[in-house]
Structure formats: structure tokens, C-alpha cells
Nanobody
């Protein structure tokens, strides 16, 4: 099992920036598909950015060039730098990962952190 704790959300004006953090309760080197998702009111949860199995990254088209996912294995933390924020980025942002066993694969989610973009 793993616990994920997000932080760093808040209220920011359009064009502003935030850095979201997701700290895991175990070594993130052993976790798969660590990434960020978001869910706006009345909408489905959607992928924002994720580390792929090959060590690369994948971003939603709507955030490319504005958001950057990174990781610090020593701190068991994944970050999401969000720049040039728009009102449509307003959502609860969730951290997620997969734990893969010999015969099992389980998804884990954090509790979410609210990002509100408003003037």
C-alpha cells in the first residue's frame, strides 16, 4: 500500500503560478504511473500529467507548455509546476500512482488539493 498527500493548492489570479506537491509514504522509485489528475465541478476526472513507464512524461494538450511534472526520489515527492493559470484550470488536483505486484495492480489516490483561478 501507499499513502499520497498533496499540498500547494490555493487561490491564484489568472496568469499566476503554483507548485503542487505529492509526497508518498514509500519510495516512489517503486511506484508506476505517478502523475496528476484533476476534476472540475460537474466534469469527469482527467489526466493532467504523468510519468510513463519508460521514464518519459505525458501531458494533456490543454496544459502543454504551461505545466511541468517533476520528481525528487530522495524526498518521495512528485511536483506539478503550474504556470500561466487560466480560470478553466480551476479544479481539485489529485495525485495518483500504481502499485504493481506479481499478480495484482492497484491504483492509489491522494485526497486532492483545490486550485482556484479567479480574479
Amino acid at each position: 500500500q501507499v499513502q499520497l498527500v498533496e499540498s500547494g493548492g490555493g487561490l491564484v489570479q489568472p496568469g499566476g503560478s503554483l507548485r503542487l506537491s505529492c509526497t508518498a509514504s514509500r519510495n516512489i522509485f517503486s511506484l508506476y504511473a505517478m502523475g496528476w489528475y484533476r476534476q472540475a465541478p460537474g466534469k469527469q476526472r482527467e489526466l493532467v500529467a504523468v510519468f510513463t513507464t519508460g521514464g518519459g512524461t505525458n501531458y494533456a494538450d490543454s496544459v502543454k507548455g504551461r505545466f511541468t511534472i517533476s520528481r525528487d526520489n530522495a524526498k518521495n515527492t512528485v511536483y506539478l509546476q503550474v504556470n500561466s493559470l487560466k480560470p478553466e484550470d480551476t479544479a481539485v488536483y489529485y495525485c495518483s500512482c500504481k502499485v504493481v505486484g506479481v499478480t495484482t495492480e492497484n491504483d492509489y489516490w491522494g485526497q486532492g488539493t483545490q486550485v482556484t483561478v479567479s480574479s
